[in-house]
């Protein structure tokens, strides 16, 4: 059984940064990709992006650019690095890790408890 375990979120003007963490235990194998989405009150979660067990990256168009993926050398743990961020980027950010990287969180067998970002104007 995997936990992923999300942190980094908080409270940041437009324009700011922050660097969200999803740490993961309890994984066996080396193959696996991690999937970033967002949620908002009344939507739809939302893909923003994923990273794969060889550190391909794929980013959805309204992050591309201003939100970066990266992963620790032990493999444990996954960042996604949020710049320049807007007010529609508020959201709670959720971890997810499954076997390949997908678009769709459906496709993801584990994941985080998320982590809220607030982002004022």
């Known amino acids: 059984q995997v936990t992923l375990v999300e942190s980094g979120g908080g409270l940041v003007q437009a324009g700011g940064s922050l660097r969200l963490s999803c740490a993961a235990s309890?994984?066996?194998?080396?193959?696996?990709?991690t999937g970033w989405f967002r949620q908002t009150p009344g939507k739809e979660r939302e893909f923003v992006a994923t990273i794969s067990w060889n550190g391909s990256t794929r980013y959805a168009d309204s992050v591309k650019g201003r939100f970066t993926l990266s992963r620790d050398n032990t493999k444990t743990t996954d960042y996604l690095q949020l710049s320049d961020l807007k007010p529609e980027d508020s959201a709670v950010y959720y971890c997810?890790?499954?076997?390949?990287?997908?678009?769709?969180?459906?496709?993801?067998?584990?994941w985080g408890q998320g982590t809220r970002v607030t982002v004022s104007s």
């Open positions: 997810a890790q499954g076997t390949s990287p997908s678009l769709y969180s459906s496709l993801y067998d584990y």
């Open positions: 309890g994984r066996t194998s080396i193959s696996y990709a």
